[in-house]
Antibody, heavy 112, light 110 residues
Framework: QVQLQESGPGLVKPSETLSLTCTVSGGSISNYYWSWIRQPPGKGLEWVGYMYNSGSTNYNPSLKSRVTISVDTSKNQFSLKLNSVTAADTAVYYC??????WGQGTLVTVSS | QAVVTQEPSLTVSPGGTVTLTCGSSTGAVTSGHYPYWFQQKPGQAPRTLIYDTTYKHSWTPARFSGSLLGGKAALTLSGAQPEDEAEYYCLLSPGGADWVFGGGTKLTVL
């Protein structure tokens, strides 16, 4: 069974870049849609973006100018970078695979 | 970007049946939106109940089912249990296009 695990800093300063990695086990990262989803404290889920075909991407229009999703097939990982962060980017960030497989999520707080 | 609409809250009696819906501001929801349904309890990650309109995971209780109903995606719970009290989110995920979550439905079993 495929498993996903997010990793990265839990605290990021305003204006800096948030960087997270999702490590996939139990299956290849080739094929499928691989996505990032976030949830601000006490709020609903927000789609951040996805990658498919090991390189094609699509991003939430509200975040598009600040987001990059990339893949490292040799490590079976994909990554999220969100630059110029503000307090509004504080959220639990989840990685997920097409078909409904999710990581457990990681809280990222933007604060000085 | 489309706006995806869910009922903000619903209440069901134990053992009862309830249907949650997921509509799109752009028109009818179809199988081409590959609708998902997630259950989230406080302090937990979302858990996928339904994907691609009707498909269940091995962990999805048999009392949950997905369908298309009146131009919307629908999640039906038949025989509600106290442990089904949770927030439920739908996701419309058309291939190659923008994905959008609904705002969630808070389901109370009472």
């Amino acid at each position: 069974q495929v498993q996903l695990q997010e990793s990265g800093p839990g605290l990021v300063k305003p204006s800096e870049t948030l960087s997270l990695t999702c490590t996939v086990s139990g299956g290849s990262i080739s094929n499928y849609y691989w996505s990032w989803i976030r949830q601000p404290p006490g709020k609903g889920l927000e789609w951040v973006g996805y990658m498919y075909n090991s390189g094609s991407t699509n991003y939430n229009p509200s975040l598009k100018s600040r987001v990059t999703i990339s893949v490292d097939t040799s490590k079976n990982q994909f990554s999220l970078k969100l630059n110029s962060v503000t307090a509004a980017d504080t959220a639990v960030y989840y990685c997920a695979r097409q078909g409904g497989y999710w990581g457990q999520g990681t809280l990222v707080t933007v604060s000085s | 970007q489309a706006v995806v609409t869910q009922e903000p809250s619903l209440t069901v009696s134990p053992g009862g049946t309830v249907t949650l819906t997921c509509g799109s501001s752009t028109g009818a929801v179809t199988s081409g939106h590959y609708p998902y349904w997630f259950q989230q309890k406080p302090g937990q990650a979302p858990r996928t109940l339904i994907y691609d309109t009707t498909y269940k995971h091995s962990w999805t209780p048999a009392r949950f089912s997905g369908s298309l109903l009146g131009g919307k995606a629908a999640l039906t719970l038949s025989g509600a249990q106290p442990e089904d009290e949770a927030e439920y989110y739908c996701l419309l995920s058309p291939g190659g296009a923008d994905w959008v979550f609904g705002g969630g439905t808070k389901l109370t079993v009472l």
